[in-house]
């Protein structure tokens, strides 16, 4: 049996990896932001949003696959 705080740092470390992954994200998301704005202008902003919009739909849907095929295996398990 697992001890309570080997269980409660697994879980912080799990909290804090996806904190700061967050907080990178957010970072990387306004460079880029920048830099489109300063190289593509804001002419090109309705295109960028549509990419944006069916790269999402196509991330989420892979991911969901994904998420499908790993609760079969547990499923057939």
Same mark, same amino acid.
Request: no cysteine; glycine share 12%.
């Given at each position: 049996?697992?001890?309570t705080s080997f269980i409660v740092m697994r879980w912080a470390r799990l909290i804090i990896g996806?904190?700061?992954l967050l907080f990178a994200s957010? $970072?990387?998301f306004r460079s880029t932001?920048?830099?489109l704005d300063e190289y593509?202008?804001?002419a090109h902003l309705w295109l960028m949003l549509a990419l944006g919009i069916i790269l999402t739909i196509?991330? $989420?849907v892979l991911l969901n696959y994904e998420v499908q095929c790993e609760l079969d295996k547990k499923r057939q398990n």
């Open positions: 049996m697992k001890s996806e904190l700061t957010i $970072l990387v932001w920048t830099l593509l202008g804001k196509g991330a $989420l």
